[in-house]
C-alpha cells in the first residue's frame, strides 16, 4: 500500500472520535508500563549490590566475656578462643564460613586532617587499632584494598557509622571540624604513628565505609608487615624451653628463642605459656608469634534461617556475639517489596488499559463503519482500513513506550546516586533484562491491540454489508 493511498484512507476515516476514553488508556498504559519497567530495572539493580554467595547470610562476631574486676582482670589475660572451641562453633548448625580478627601489636595513633592537606587547618588525634579478616567478610572490597611493602599509602576501612558519629557529633560540637560527605572523607589524608614515641610515620587513607563491620580494618599484608617491624618485646609471645624432659629455665620470649636457636646445634623443644604439657618443637612454629596467634574475636557466616539458632547457642556457651547486620538485608527486603508491589500495580493497570485501549478503538471504528462500508466497496480491503486505526495506536504506544523507558532510566539514575550515599554501586544505564523485558510487553501488548482492531474491522464491515 503506497504513501497515496494511505492518506486517502486517513483522509476518509479520520478516526478523531473517544478522545476522552483514548487520553485515559494513554495514561493508565503509561503508568502502568513504567511501574512494570521499574519493577524488572529495580529488581536487577537490587541482585547486582548483592553477591549470590552471600544471599540469605548474617554475619557475627564473637569474643569472650570479659567478666570480673580490676584485680582478677590483671592476673588472667586468657580472653582467646582456643582451637577445641572454634571447632565446635564451626560445627554448629548452619554455619557457613568462620575467619578470625588479627590485630596491631605495638602503639598507634592516627591524626586526621578533614582539611585535605596536611598541615592545613586543625587534626583529630586519636589512640587507634587496627584489624584484619579475610577479604571475603567483607561487605566490598575497594580499590587498592591490595597492600604492597613499597606503596606509599595504607588504605583503611571503617564503619559507616564513624562518619555518622563525626557529623552528628563532632562536627557541630567543634567548629574547626567540617561535616563530611563520604568522597571528602575519602579524600582526606591520614597520618598513621607507629611506636610510643611516634617515630614511625606513615599515612593511610580511607578507602570505604562498611556498615557491616564494626572495626577498624586494614589488609592483612599491612598489618602483618607492620607487626613484624613493630611489635614491641611487651607483646612477644612467652614459651617454656623444654631440657630432659623437664622444664629448664622460666618463660622466654620468641625472640630470645630465636637467638638460642640460632646459636645452638640443637633443636629445641618448647611448650606454650598456656599449655605448659605440650611440647612442640621450636623449629615447627611459623610465623612470629609476636604477631599473636592468639584469636580473640571470630566472624562467622551463618544461613539466615538459622541465625536465632546460631545466636541462642553462642549464648548457653558463654560467647558474646554483635549481629552484624548486612547491608544487604534491606536491599532484599525492600528489593522484594518495590519489585512485587509496583509489578503487581503495573501489571493491573497494563490490563486495564489494554481494555480501555480496545474499547476506545471499537468505538472509533464503529462510529466509521459507514465511510469503512463505503471504502470495501470502491475495493481497499479490511486489512487497508485496519491499518489506519492500528497506526493511530502504533504511534500512540509508541510515543508511551519510549516515555515509559526514559522515566525508568531517569528514576534508575536517581537510585543510583542514592545508593553512593551508602557506599554502594550500581551499573550505569538500564539493564539487558529491562530492555528484553521492555521488547517483549511491547510485542504483547500491540499483538492483543493489532488482533482487536482486525476483528472489530472484520465484523462492522459485515454488519454494515448486511
Known amino acids: ?238 614459651f617454656f624451653l623444654w631440657e630432659d624432659n623437664e622444664i629448664s629455665s622460666p618463660p622466654m620470649s620468641f625472640r630470645d628463642l630465636k637467638n638460642l636457636q640460632e646459636s645452638s646445634s640443637d633443636a629445641l623443644v618448647v611448650s606454650p605459656l598456656e599449655e605448659p604439657a605440650k611440647r612442640i618443637s621450636f623449629q615447627s612454629l611459623s610465623g612470629n608469634p609476636a604477631m599473636g596467634n592468639e584469636t580473640a574475636r571470630l566472624i562467622v557466616k551463618v544461613e539466615d534461617s538459622h541465625a536465632q539458632t546460631f545466636s541462642e547457642k553462642i549464648g548457653v556457651a558463654g560467647f558474646e556475639t554483635n549481629r552484624e547486620i548486612p547491608q544487604n538485608v534491606w536491599i532484599h527486603q525492600l528489593a522484594r517489596l518495590l519489585t512485587w508491589g509496583s509489578a503487581g500495580l503495573g501489571g493491573l493497570l497494563s490490563i486495564l488499559s489494554i481494555g480501555t485501549f480496545t474499547s476506545s478503538f471499537k468505538l472509533m471504528i464503529a462510529q466509521s463503519s459507514g465511510t469503512a462500508r463505503d471504502l470495501t466497496y470502491l475495493g481497499f480491503s479490511e486489512k487497508q482500513i485496519s491499518w489506519v486505526f492500528f497506526q493511530k495506536f502504533s504511534k500512540l504506544f509508541g510515543l508511551i513506550w519510549i516515555t515509559s523507558l526514559l522515566l525508568c532510566f531517569g528514576i534508575k539514575e536517581i537510585f543510583k546516586r542514592q545508593v553512593i550515599e551508602y557506599g554502594l554501586e550500581i551499573s550505569d544505564g538500564l539493564s539487558w533484562g529491562t530492555l528484553i523485558f521492555a521488547l517483549l510487553y511491547a510485542a504483547i501488548f500491540i499483538g492483543i491491540n493489532d488482533q482487536v482492531i482486525r476483528s472489530s474491522v472484520s465484523r462492522f464491515c459485515k454488519i454494515t454489508k448486511n
Open 1 to 238: 500500500m503506497n504513501a497515496k493511498v494511505r492518506s486517502i484512507l486517513r483522509l476518509c476515516l479520520n478516526p478523531t472520535s473517544a478522545g476522552k476514553e483514548l487520553v485515559l488508556a494513554a495514561l493508565g498504559c503509561l503508568l502502568g508500563s513504567f511501574l512494570l519497567l521499574f519493577a524488572v530495572q529495580f529488581y536487577a539493580d537490587s541482585q547486582s549490590l548483592v553477591s549470590d554467595k552471600e544471599q540469605g547470610s548474617s554475619f557475627f562476631t564473637l569474643n569472650k566475656k570479659v567478666q570480673g574486676g580490676l584485680l582478677l582482670n590483671l592476673s588472667t589475660n586468657n580472653k582467646s578462643f582456643s582451637q577445641d572451641e572454634i571447632e565446635q562453633i564451626q560445627e554448629i548448625e548452619g554455619v557457613e564460613d568462620l575467619g578470625s580478627f588479627s590485630r596491631n601489636h605495638f602503639p598507634l595513633t592516627v591524626h586526621v586532617w578533614p582539611a585535605g592537606k596536611i598541615g592545613l587547618g586543625s587534626a583529630a588525634r586519636a589512640d587507634l587499632f587496627f584489624e584484619a579478616i579475610p577479604n571475603r567478610f567483607l561487605d566490598q572490597i575497594p580499590d587498592g584494598w591490595d597492600w604492597e611493602e613499597d606503596d606509599p599509602i595504607v588504605p583503611i576501612i571503617v564503619p559507616k557509622f564513624y562518619l555518622d558519629l563525626w557529623n552528628f557529633g563532632l562536627a557541630p560540637s567543634r567548629p574547626e571540624y567540617p561535616a563530611l560527605s563520604l568522597e571528602a572523607a575519602s579524600s582526606m589524608p591520614v597520618e598513621i604513628w607507629i611506636g610510643e614515641d611516634q617515630s614511625q610515620k606513615m599515612i593511610g587513607r580511607f578507602v570505604a565505609f562498611s556498615k557491616r563491620i564494626n572495626s577498624v580494618l586494614v589488609p592483612q599484608k599491612f598489618l602483618e608487615w607492620a607487626n613484624r617491624q613493630f611489635a614491641g618485646e611487651q607483646n612477644q609471645k612467652y
